[in-house]
Every structure is written in C-alpha cells, then in structure tokens.
C-alpha cells in the first residue's frame, strides 16, 4: 500500500484511522510470521526490549575537531543501534527520548506519527506530518509496524529497513520508491489512543472503517501479500459482524452486509493463493449463505471445488453462475476447460477398471457364447428323453394289451 493511500485514508478520517478494540482478534504480529511477498521468517511475538534508549546530551569530549558533528545531532541522541529483528536488517536508533516505556502503545491502538521517508543516498521520498493508523493491523509498510511499538511518545527516531520491510522487490509508485530500495525512515511518535468500542460507533463510521480495513487488504493483494491481505479482510470481517448498541437502518444492514461479502469473497481469492483450499471453500459457503446468487462466491467456490478434485459439484456450481451470467467469458473458459478435465478422468478411470477386470468385455461376450451353447445342449436332451419316454409308453401299452 503506498504511503499516499494512507495519508489520504488519515485525511478523510480526520487524521484518526480508527480502528476496533481486539476482541480475540488474532494480527499478523500475533501470529509469529513475518509475512514478506514470497518469503518468511519466524520472528519473536512480541519484540524485543529497547536497549538503551537513554536520554543525556551526548557529551562533548572530543577536543579536535568532533564539536560539529555533536552539534549536528539532535539533542538525546543515541548511538546504540537496535536490531529489531535480529537479522540486521530492519534497525532502529533514537535521536530523542520520549515520555518513558509506560507511554509506548499497544497493538491495536490508533497512533499518530510524522514520518519521513528517505531513500538510502539520502533523497526525500515523502514527509507526512500526520500519518495515523492502527498498530499491528497491517496498514503501513512492516518497518512502521514493528518499530513504531517499541517507541515512546514524544520519541524521535530513525529507522533503517531493508527492502522486504519497505516496499519490496516491487517497489512504489505512490510514493516514488524503486524496487528493492533500503529506505532511511525519520519517525516522531506523535500520540497513541485506544480504539473507539464498536458496538458504540455510528453505523456511518463503521461501514465506513470496514470499507478501510477491505481496501488496505485489496492494496496486499495487488502486491502479492497475501497472508496480509487475508489478515485485513479478516479484521474488515469482525468490524461488520459486530454487534452495536446504536440504532442501525435497514439500508445500513444492507450495506455492512454487501460489504462483508465482498470481504468474504477477496478473502477466498487470497486463501487460494496460498492454497488454503477448505479456508477458501469455507469462505465462499459464509458468502453464498447471504448472497446464494453471488456470481463471484459460486465461480471460486467452483475452482475450489475442482482443485479439491470434485469436479462433478464443481460443474455444477459453474454452470449455476453461467445461468446467472451466461455471457460471462471467464465463466465459459473454466466450465469448458473443467468439463474436459473430468471426460479425461473419466476414461483413464474407466481403463484402469477394464484393466483391473482383465477385459471383462471379451469374457462377457464369451460368457454368453457359453450360455448360448449350454442352453442348445439342454433343449436336445430334453427332446430326446421326452421322445425316449413317449416310445417305452406306447410299448408298454401293446404288451398290456396282448396279455389281455
């Protein structure tokens, strides 16, 4: 997701991405993976402690010459480097101490923060003076994510990220940051606030936080993040399910439900990207159950089904959204290419059966040549005992007779 995006979503939110109080929400920083476009790593569940974060203006001892490079240092800095990760690739450094590590915030907290991004030769990508969104859910590159949580407010730091932290081998448009670029982060951790309950918030503000949630997670899916985009729908999913305490209209229901499938829906199309097939299929029945037209629910549930090798519910279900959609070429494309799928399977079952069987066509055929035969066989026996019969009558009448 590009920086722009978010400084656009804090705008229209009044510089406030609320987001929702975690009730057993599980976030990609929960998990205990580090989610990078292609390629994982096990990172601890909670980082680690900041390691001298101290606060002293640093001393001026140095008598020959170092008096400006002190002075070019903001006041409180440290020259310590953490690694935050271990892997020396995404570091953090203080130049001003804040407030103490009771004021660092939490996940799920709103926080607020002015941000300057600056490439590894020292080139201003971007500055955003209020930056707000919802620690750990996602909403910013992994480098904000991770360290932001270990920063106090009132705290200035600056922040080295490796590329797979940043924008990644894909890099950005919005803003200008070429692939695979080290970025130089300045970060001033400006304020940190819970969450609003949602069963308080407005029935506007909700729908309009669920619709947030879902465009962060289509901004992963369009960069290959997959597990971060499920992971967005999923939070968008418990916004809309939520209870409320607040008056909601009928047209309002209608829209938190179109949004849920929606969620729903993109949410199969990343679970099939990583191969999560049941999730996937899980997530295409959730849609159908309120939407049993919904074209989109019925064609993935169809592919599912097919990957799964159901490939006679699987034309089923494709041809129940081709009746709803029969000009749809996407549709056509996969119902042919399916029912082709399932002729070959078909016969290659039906060859190994004949050759399980050892041809039972030819020994049908001779069986019945058999039975054919045997039956002939039968008729002149019969005949013959019956002709044999009549003739020992006939005799045995004349010699009664001739006694007479």
């Known amino acids: 997701m590009t920086e722009k995006e978010e400084t656009m979503d804090a705008c229209d939110s009044h510089d406030s991405a609320p987001s929702v109080k975690k009730n057993e929400r599980t976030s990609l920083l929960d998990s205990g993976e580090d989610f990078v476009v292609l390629d994982e790593e096990d990172i601890d569940d909670d980082p680690p402690p900041l390691e001298d974060a101290g606060g002293g203006k640093k001393k001026n001892t140095d008598e020959s010459g170092k008096k400006a490079d002190t002075e070019s240092d903001p006041p409180g800095q440290v020259e310590e480097w953490l690694d935050v990760l271990g892997n020396n690739q995404l570091k953090k450094k203080v130049l001003e101490a804040g407030e103490g590590r009771n004021s660092r915030p939490q996940k799920g907290q709103n926080v607020k923060i002015h941000l300057k991004t ?37 705290e200035k730091a600056l922040i080295q990220a490796d590329a797979k932290y940043a924008y990644g081998s894909r890099g950005s448009l919005e803003p200008e940051v070429p692939p695979n670029a080290e970025l130089s982060l300045e970060v001033e951790l400006l304020e940190a606030i819970d969450a609003p309950d949602l069963e308080l918030l407005p029935p506007a503000e909700r729908i ?3 619709i947030h949630k879902r465009e962060r997670g289509n901004v992963h899916y ?9 992971n967005s729908y999923s939070i968008a999913l418990q916004i809309t399910e939520s209870s409320s305490k607040v008056d909601i209209t009928p047209e309002e229901e209608n829209e938190l439900m179109d949004v849920r499938v929606k969620c729903l829906n993109n949410m199969a199309a990343s679970q099939l990207k990583l191969d999560h097939y049941n999730a996937a299929l899980k997530s295409c029945v959730s849609a159908l159950e309120h939407q049993p037209d919904n074209i989109k629910a019925l064609f993935r549930m169809g592919k599912v089904l097919a990957l799964q090798g159901e490939y006679t519910e699987a034309i089923q279900t494709l041809r129940k959204a081709l009746k709803l959609e029969p000009s749809n070429k996407t549709i056509h494309a996969e119902l042919s290419k399916l029912v082709k799928k399932n002729s070959e399977q078909r016969g290659a079952e039906q060859a190994m059966y004949k050759k399980m069987l050892g041809n039972p066509a030819s020994s049908g055929s ?3 040549k058999h039975r054919a035969k045997s039956s002939w066989g039968l008729s002149w026996k019969w005949l013959f005992g019956a002709t044999a019969v009549a003739i020992g009558g006939v005799a045995l009448s004349v010699v009664i007779a001739a006694r007479n």
């Open 222 to 230: 369009q960069r290959a993040d997959y597990a971060f985009a499920v």
């Open 118 to 154: 600056y490439l590894k030769d020292g080139t201003l990508v971007e500055e955003q003076p209020y930056l707000s969104f919802t620690l750990g859910d996602g909403d910013v590159i992994q480098a904000l994510d991770l360290t932001v949580q270990l920063m106090e407010i009132g």
């Open 208 to 210: 309009a936080l669920a």
């Open 366 to 368: 001779s069986s019945h």
